[in-house]
């Protein structure tokens, strides 16, 4: 089947400082990759859409100047955490979709701690 | 709007028992309907989907659900628990205005007992 990569698998950092996670689509070209934010015991959020090419579509409620997305190429997408604060400490998944967004393919996600 | 409801975020069976995971939906429109299981610090693996062909779904690990219009549900079964299954269960649908995304419900986590 098809392999979502997601890099790092975990980082810490300290508050102040930005983090970039990537998430590349292996053997198949994304042309959309969606970004999730999980919170400890609760659901995937979806946080913005990402098609190739163009601006990301964010989620309401998600700021656009702390969570930047770029999405450059067919199988890379990055979203890069600004600033970081500990609030923003959370597991972070990102999928991509061959067509649709019902064939979605998940990243074994990025563990975040803001100290 | 789409959404999806599951009943219970923690259910405990034991191994070799039934497995039941409730989930129920809301749509003005024949949903897409999915169920992911994630493991411990992993992304998600679906496990199967509804796309309006037939009602009862037959997934992967033995898993399967059945769409029940009458009851706007799609609850997820398994015959005989096994240790492996334990995890958390995602209820999700297709939403948007043109189909762009899909959203999870609360999730379910399944404790499977020795």
């Known amino acids: 089947g098809a392999v979502v990569s997601q890099h790092p698998s975990r980082v810490i950092c300290k508050s102040g400082t930005s983090v970039k996670i990537e998430c590349r689509s292996l053997?198949?070209?994304?042309?959309?990759m969606f970004w999730y934010r999980q919170f400890p015991k609760k659901s995937l959020m979806l946080m913005a859409t990402?098609?190739?090419?163009?601006?990301?579509?964010?989620e309401q409620g998600v700021e656009k100047d702390k969570f930047l997305i770029n999405h450059a190429s067919l199988t890379l997408s990055t979203l890069t955490v600004t600033s970081a604060h500990p609030e923003d400490s959370s597991f972070y998944i990102c999928s991509a979709t061959l067509g649709g967004a019902n064939i979605q393919y998940f990243g074994a996600g990025t563990r975040l701690s803001v100290l | 709007a789409q959404s999806v409801t599951q009943l219970g975020s923690h259910v405990s069976v034991s191994e070799g028992a039934l497995v039941l995971l409730r989930c129920n939906y809301s749509s003005s429109v024949p949903p897409y309907l999915f169920w992911y299981v994630q493991y411990p610090n992993q992304g998600l693996q679906l496990l199967l989907k509804?796309?309006?062909?037939?009602?009862l779904v037959k997934g992967i690990n033995g898993f399967e659900a059945e769409f029940k219009k009458s009851e706007t549900s799609f609850h997820l079964t398994k015959p005989s628990a096994h240790m492996s299954d334990a995890a958390e269960y995602f209820c999700?649908?297709?939403?948007?205005?043109?189909?762009?995304?899909?959203?999870f419900g609360k999730g379910t986590r399944l404790h499977i007992l020795p």
């Open positions: 509804y796309t309006s062909a037939a009602t």
């Open positions: 999700a649908v297709l939403v948007g205005n043109r189909d762009d995304k899909i959203i």
């Open positions: 053997d198949f070209q994304a042309t959309t």
């Open positions: 990402s098609n190739e090419g163009s601006k990301a579509t964010y």
